[in-house]
């Protein structure tokens, strides 16, 4: 499907520009005491062996090799266990600026037209103040850098919670992924400026609850804008002198289920925390669920065009696979009308690689969301990888949108009060209320917009 002109060129100035075997030392970065190098590996190597030896964060495979972040003082010891890699960090400039494509319009800041913290909190304190019978804006709670983690309510008495489904729009689990955190927001903006207008709009808005989570790791996002534009985690300082746990990693159900899908090693790019729910920006999340029974959701992510559905702990179904399986093939399908681009779809630990303590399994196996993560585009490194051009932003928000509205009609549509899964009914019946009730939500009150 891909372009092969363009994978040979790409193979052609790889092989321009590196002597393979000998890492030079080239543009590093640094993370506190962690200096971090992009290389490749052949393919044809044993990578998994590589990968249960070293704590590497895989970011491509492509044109016969798998490229991968890793901290420069292992780069040695992957040398002497018999691996060849050629050293890429040169290509990987650090900060945002020299990330957006040539020839894209810089709107401010190192970010462009992307937003940093500061620019989101205003957007959506403007939203909550122009649309004061449509939105409200909570605070579920704070980041380690204590930070607000924002989560704008729209429905037609947002003040209120009335007996409607509730779907959750999530980005911005992980730092480096910009898009993310732009799509649900202008999925947001949309069903707000569209109400009028818009019969389905308004259908939709009135007979739902739509939760707005654009950023779940603001700590990580202003990390990416002004230090490390590949960094991923959030900002937790490790016992071991390294930073960030993987949010994605870090919740509750069947977490560290095993090694392959997390890890427990501090410094690894996929590490877990030091138990379930450690981290501040996750328990922001758990507040929402537990305080909102929230009947489907969408994680966004970025790169590779997937839609991706429980298990992702273990290669089994779940008891709803069927439905899974129907409604992200729907989804793909509307996905695909608009620009074309296609999104494969399936079980997530069948489609990319286990993962555990993920948010799609937590929220489904102790809420029964029917939750999906999205894997924004692109579909490769090839075409930017984590480095979506200011000017795909608009064009990846306008073919999510039909598969958004979609899931939330389907979710209105099939609406008869709460679904409890197995797991949570079991705590209620043992009369455990802290696993359903936790304090609520902090709204945002008055009605000036402006900086945050
Ligand atoms: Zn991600």
Redesign the pocket.
Known sequence: MRNKLARLSFILLLSLSTVPGTPTPAISVEAGPQIFEVIAVEAGQDIRTLRLNFPLDPVLAEGGKVYFLVERKHLKAIQEFGYSFTLETARFEQTGKKFLRPGTKIQGGLNGAYHSYLELAAQLKSLAASYPGLARLYIPGKSLENRNIYALKISDRPGQSEDEPGIALLGG??AR?WV?VEVPLLIGRYLLENYEREARVRDIVNSAEIWIVPLVNPDGLEYSILNYRLW?KNRRLNGDGSYGVDL?RNYAYQWAYDDLGSSPEPSSAVYRGTGPVSEPETEAVRNLFQNHRIQSAISY??FSQLILYPWGYLDQPSEEEALFQSLAEDMAGLISQVNGRVYQTGRASASLYLTNGDFTDWAYGFFRTLAFTV?LPPVDLLQGGFLNSESDIDLIFRENLPAALYLVERTIASYNGTRLSPLLRRELEKGNESMVKSRPDAAIRGRRAGSG
């Open positions: 689990h992980h992924e993310s991923r994605n992510h970025s894997e």
